[in-house]
């Protein structure tokens, strides 16, 4: 599965974190571009099941100008994952439903880098005292997240900006200015003149590695 730009696979999740006393929790439902690494859409609820999955999926495919079979959506095998109104939803709207393959762990892996951004975040707290401030408190990481984190996988732009076509013009002004430095100081860089790290062409989720196949390359990490 391969995305090309963004708004081609979004992937999806839900994460428990941890409410006032042992065995509370609230749900984080989250939904990420793979190739903007923007996150598309969250919401928070005291449980998880397939009528909230259906509301929240829909909800945030509303939010974009998606074209009839643009769009695939990938998950683990979760229950409201799978659940039946939710793949009818996708299919009505022009959705294509992609799920893990069975008992393999790793198949999600943006998702999955997302919620260890989250929860090794430096003001993630260990348990929230109500929902209203868990909710709080995830307003301000996916502001941080979408607006000002700067991600290794896009050439250090926000998700923002690669996900709104705004990372290509800002690559060349980076490119103009370590382009400056090399001419007034060519005597500071041993080989050549910098660059800023490119943008990604592709991206996969199970990306081919037999050398035969005409893709073959080593998989896209989140």
Not at 23 to 48: F, P, Q
Request: aromatic fraction near 12%.
């Amino acid at each position: 599965m391969v995305a090309e730009g963004p708004n081609r696979v979004w992937s999806w999740d839900i994460s428990k974190l941890k409410g006032p006393v042992k065995g509370s929790y609230y749900c984080l439902y989250t939904v990420v571009d793979i190739y903007s690494r923007y996150t598309v859409g969250w919401m928070l609820a005291g449980h998880e099941n397939k009528e909230l999955a259906e509301q929240f999926l829909s909800s945030s495919i509303a939010k974009y100008t998606i074209g009839e079979g643009q769009l695939t959506i990938h998950s683990d095998r979760g229950s409201p994952m799978v659940a039946e109104n939710v793949a009818q939803m996708m299919s009505n709207l022009g959705v294509t439903k992609s799920h893990s393959r069975p008992k393999t762990s790793n198949d999600n892996p943006f998702s999955e880098s997302q919620y260890k951004t989250l929860k090794y975040r430096h003001s993630y707290p260990d348990r929230f005292g109500c929902i209203e401030d868990a909710r709080a408190w995830c307003e301000d990481f996916f502001d941080w997240y979408n607006l000002a984190h700067r991600h290794s996988g896009i050439g250090m732009h926000t998700p923002f900006d690669v996900h709104f076509g705004l990372a290509d013009q800002l690559r060349e002004m980076r490119a103009d200015v370590l382009a400056s430095v090399y001419d007034r100081h060519p005597e500071r860089f041993v080989r050549k003149a910098p660059e800023p790290p490119k943008l990604p062409g592709t991206v996969w989720i199970n990306k081919p590695t037999d050398p035969r196949h005409p893709d073959a390359e080593i998989p896209a990490q989140g």
